[in-house]
């Protein structure tokens, strides 16, 4: 389970003149987009201005941030990571909300692009999670409440037990062909998300896989953070949670630019940081929380746009030749 936040990590704020450099030959650009699970963007732009996200502050100095509107699904964890990890809609990744999904089919996620124009040996493709639901790579299976409870449970009205029995059906249902990430999972160099955790299981998790990847060659990295999003179901957007939680982020952002700026790696990765949603002001969900942002210390990323949109941005900036992609992606890129 997740453990509330209470701000021990000391922020370390970036240092030293050094970005990421878009004239580096694409062939030797890596990237990290990590996602803040259910960060507001409005929320973001009151911390910075109240300067609680140095670290943010800095890369988004170095680069630019920009805002991003969720279209084309719901809002929530599923259907946005799918948009924002293929540049599809529903209708091609076939994962529509937490509740209607499927596996996103193979060829179409962002790391076999990068596999696809590069060559698999010559790019690492790396996914580290922090939540199993919605993220976990789980297959085909009968839920374990299925196996084990009998259809009749003592003091069940008939009311409540038509609302379990559709609960357990419908899990059976969506768990006939698995996750959304079950077959992406295969085609990665390293993937650990199979249990959740809270931002210093991820963090120390991604700082030992870039000091192992990083220097043997380029590489792409996806981190999804969920304590933002925890934190808002419990406490609601606003709590001092939820606020902390963003601060705790942000230092673990500072966190690993260090390391990549010790194995000699910063000038030549782009990093970017968004989310799969906001969440609704004041509340405990996110039921149009359409507004989240793209930040990266890119300084050619300059346009706003849509969720969609992030994945052409993260392949042009790697280099990809965008015209090549079948089918063709509905969103472009956010650089100029």
Known sequence: MFVRSRLFLSVLVLVGATAFKPSTPPRQRSAILISWDGALREHINDSLKRS??????QLIK???MVDI???G???DTRSGHAQMLTGYDPSVTGVFSNTVFRPIPLGISIFERLQQAFGKKDIATIMVTGKAMGLGPGGPKVPAEMEAASPNQPNDDDEKQARRLEKMRLAVEQNLLGQPFHLVKGTLTAWDGDMPRDARGVGQKVLSLIDKFGPKGRFFLFVHFGDVDVNGHKYGEGSPEYDGALVSLDAWLGRMVAQLKTDGLYDHTAVYITADHGFDVGTTHHAKATHIFLAGNDP?????GEQRDITPTVLQALGVDLSTITPALPGKSLRK
Not at 52 to 57: D, G, R, S, W, Y
Request: no cysteine; proline share 5%; charged share 15%.
């Open 52 to 57: 609680q996200m140095p670290n943010l502050a």
């Open 300 to 304: 050619q990323l300059t346009s706003a």
């Open 69 to 71: 509107e969720v279209s």
């Open 62 to 64: 170095e680069g630019r």
């Open 73 to 75: 699904h719901v809002t």
